[in-house]
């Protein structure tokens, strides 16, 4: 048993690092990109910002790398409380990396049509549109609505099992359905880009996130809840 909380604890420590860094990478990914795409000349303004383009897309590539990979390292702890809700974790976080990683493609050709176009002298509006939409729709459903969809089941599993205190997690699923919610205005055409006042909704969501990653380095889950395995085989040796 001692062997198996020193693992949990491991675990802990790595899965908070990713979070900080997913959390950072994405924060940092926004504030390179700027205003680059606000505009209606978001296409010069791409061609003529490749730099912060190219670093955007790098952070977010880091920030979707982070995130995908807390789900695996959380999926053995979360399975012993609820192995459908873990293994919705990992789905969610999956589509989530998707969309993200098709938001960073669409930025990716962007740059090159806009370079191309630019140079030609004629940029291609309704292709530019079209990519700015790929951006936009996915930002809206990958990184806010499956973002959102994945950290509501992480931190229902985390209040059930007590793996943590349960204000924290249920400050994160509070905090899960504003970002859902913030995702779905963005679906329904409300301005929610940089600037906008819908931001104030992800704020509370990336706050847990960083007191969740801090309490996993500095406590590590609840050691009477993490030894907790529901699995047949000890459900049975417990009633015999």
């Given at each position: 048993?001692?062997?198996?909380?020193?693992?949990?604890?491991?675990?802990?420590?790595?899965?908070?690092?990713?979070?900080?860094?997913?959390?950072?990478?994405?924060?940092?990914?926004?504030?390179?990109?700027?205003?680059?795409?606000?505009?209606?000349?978001?296409?010069?303004?791409?061609?003529?910002?490749?730099?912060?383009?190219?670093?955007?897309?790098?952070?977010?590539?880091?920030?979707?790398?982070?995130?995908?990979?807390?789900?695996?390292?959380?999926?053995?702890?979360?399975?012993?409380?609820?192995?459908?809700?873990?293994?919705?974790?990992?789905?969610?976080?999956?589509?989530?990396?998707?969309f993200y990683v098709a938001g960073v493609i669409g930025?990716?050709?962007?740059?090159?049509?806009?370079?191309?176009?630019?140079?030609?002298?004629?940029?291609?509006?309704?292709?530019?549109?079209a990519l700015l939409a790929l951006h936009d729709w996915?930002?809206?459903?990958?990184?806010?609505?499956?973002?959102?969809?994945?950290?509501?089941?992480?931190?229902?599993?985390?209040?059930?099992?007590?793996?943590?205190?349960?204000?924290?997690?249920?400050?994160?699923?509070?905090?899960?359905?504003?970002?859902?919610?913030?995702?779905?205005?963005?679906?329904?055409?409300?301005?929610?880009?940089?600037?906008?006042?819908?931001?104030?909704?992800?704020?509370?969501?990336?706050?847990?996130?960083?007191?969740?990653?801090?309490?996993?380095?500095?406590?590590?889950?609840?050691?009477?809840?993490?030894q907790l395995d529901k699995s047949p085989a000890q459900?049975?040796?417990?009633?015999?």
């Open positions: 048993m001692d062997r198996r909380v020193d693992s949990d604890r491991k675990t802990a420590i790595v899965a908070g690092a990713l979070f900080i860094v997913a959390t950072v990478a994405s924060i940092l990914g926004s504030v390179a990109l700027g205003s680059v795409l606000d505009g209606s000349g978001y296409l010069i303004n791409v061609a003529a910002s490749e730099s912060q383009v190219i670093g955007a897309v790098l952070l977010f590539l880091i920030a979707a790398s982070a995130a995908f990979a807390t789900a695996f390292v959380l999926f053995p702890i979360l399975r012993r409380h609820s192995e459908g809700l873990a293994a919705g974790y990992v789905g969610f976080r999956g589509f989530e990396n998707v930025l990716l050709i962007m740059l090159t049509v806009s370079q191309n176009s630019v140079a030609g002298g004629s940029p291609d509006p309704v292709l530019g549109v996915s930002v809206a459903i990958g990184t806010l609505i499956f973002a959102g969809l994945g950290s509501m089941t992480l931190n229902s599993v985390l209040y059930q099992s007590g793996l943590v205190p349960r204000w924290l997690s249920l400050w994160g699923i509070i905090g899960a359905v504003l970002l859902v919610s913030y995702g779905l205005f963005g679906l329904f055409g409300v301005d929610t880009g940089l600037g906008s006042p819908f931001m104030l909704l992800a704020m509370p969501i990336a706050l847990q996130e960083m007191v969740f990653a801090g309490w996993l380095i500095a406590k590590g889950f609840n050691r009477p809840a993490v459900r049975v040796e417990v009633m015999s």
